[in-house]
């Protein structure tokens, strides 16, 4: 197992490897019941929703171990799943079924596009300063959930988006001082702080009552019968339904765009011209557990951010990946102890990963304000607009036409070009309401 993983390259341990895979999977678990809560809204059963979320996760994070040998987990997108719940279902009125199709079309097509090298050559053409602009936006983008996790930042008003939460509360407190302990632990160097910072405040949680105790400890995974290979490709297949696929596409393709590049440039896995070597491997990952998540009966699947808690722990082999698939595995069976770890706990985690990746800051250069604005415009739209797809695409968009208006075209890659299209099409079939 060290010989496959190749541990003495990576400077790595069965057990620094081990405890990267369990922060990541407690930061990430909420996945497998906030994704079903989500897709509830579409009419799609919760038990059968939460089995085929959990399955993909199994599916795609294993196949990230073995194949990609990344510390990556793979699950069903947020974002991507309120989109289809609420936009394309609720509003447009088409069925699950046909939008689970939009899905299956999408990852075919990714497919596709990464076996014939397309995506790697697009993803070739971004400049190093946009690569290290998604690290940053999206560590804060972590460290604003995290914040909102706590309860330290809450909605505001017209005027005001967010303001301070109410500090004063037993919960908040509580999540405060565990994040406090969880840096002291940073500053030891203590192995495994972002999991024992998790562990104790979900602990006191307990002791409290503030936390209820689960109704069991093991239970029958539901059936995911009603849903599995429930797909209507002949609905999706019409021009109507065109800027659905084309908006799912898009959505896909700068999320895992943005993720793979932020966080591989956090675990140092960039080589000296800012690429990911082998990045074909982690893509076609991807696009296959987007497919295989279509016919579970879950949305696009992808590689999750969250994942940089367990790159901050330590994890840099695909043997981190594999402990997270075995736990995913293992929540089949023992889903109602997750239910005991509240977003308090697991909030502070994500603000201490937020600060960590703020360090690919440094690698922007702030002389060259043709390269400096849009990788500014990346990170604050990821943040301010919520959503990591908005501020990519108009950092492609900011980065070509700046190049081309102070006459520089010819600094421009062709996938540029490709890119910044692949944007506005993202923005004319954006669901602005």
């Known amino acids: 197992m060290q010989s496959f993983f190749n541990f003495q390259a990576h ?24 994704n079903p809560a989500i897709l509830a809204a579409a009419g799609i059963p919760k038990g059968a929703s939460m089995t085929a979320t959990i399955l993909t996760a199994v599916f795609g994070t294993f196949l990230m171990a073995v194949y990609a040998k990344r510390p990556f987990a793979v699950a069903p997108y947020m974002g991507e799943n309120a989109f289809i719940a609420y936009t394309v279902v609720k509003t447009m009125g088409y069925s699950w079924q046909t939008a689970m199709a939009a899905i299956f079309i ?66 908040v407190l509580i999540s405060m001082g565990g994040l406090l302990v969880m840096v002291m632990l940073l500053v030891q160097r203590i192995t495994g702080a972002i999991l024992i910072g998790i562990a104790l405040i979900t602990s006191v949680f307990l002791m409290l009552g503030l936390s209820p105790l689960p109704e069991a400890i093991v239970s029958k995974p539901p059936s995911i019968a009603p ?60 696009a296959l557990s987007t497919v295989a998540a279509s016919l579970l009966g879950t949305t696009t699947a992808g590689i999750y951010i969250e994942s940089a808690a ?47 990746m703020l360090q690919s800051v440094t690698r922007l250069d702030f002389n060259d304000y043709s390269e400096l604005f849009p990788a500014f415009l990346t990170i604050v ?20 036409a700046l190049r081309s208006i102070t ?27």
Do not use: C
């Open 227 to 286: 849903i599995f290979m429930n797909i209507d490709v002949p609905g999706a297949l019409t021009w109507g339904f065109a800027g659905v696929i084309a908006t799912t596409l898009v959505m896909d393709f700068v999320d895992t765009m943005g993720t793979l590049f932020g966080l591989s440039s956090r675990a140092g896995l960039l080589d000296g011209e800012d690429n990911l070597p082998e990045i074909e491997k982690p893509m076609l990952v991807d």
């Open 11 to 34: 400077r790595t341990s069965y057990r620094q490897e081990f405890l990267a895979g369990v922060t990541t999977f407690f930061t990430l678990s909420y996945i497998i019941i906030v």
């Open 381 to 400: 739209l990821i943040i301010f607009t919520y959503n990591i797809g908005v501020g990519i695409t108009a950092g492609f968009i900011a980065f070509t």
């Open 106 to 171: 999408s990852g075919a097509l990714f497919t596709l596009l990464t076996l014939g090298g397309m995506r790697q050559w697009l993803a070739g053409a971004i400049p190093g300063s946009l690569k290290h602009s998604f690290s940053v936006g999206i560590g804060l983008f972590l460290a604003f959930l995290g914040l909102n996790d706590m309860g330290i930042v809450a909605l505001g008003v017209p005027g005001a988006p967010v303001k301070l939460g109410n500090i004063a509360k037993p919960e």
């Open 407 to 433: 006459g520089r075209i010819r600094e421009v890659h062709p996938g540029m070009w490709i890119l910044a299209l692949l944007s506005l099409i993202f923005y004319f079939f954006y669901p602005y309401h």
């Open 310 to 356: 367990g790159i901050e722990q330590g994890g840099k082999t695909g043997f981190t990946a594999l402990v997270v698939a075995g736990l995913f595995l293992m929540a089949l069976f023992f889903s109602p102890l997750l239910t005991i770890v509240p977003p308090y706990a697991y909030g502070p985690a994500l603000v201490t990963v937020g600060m960590f």
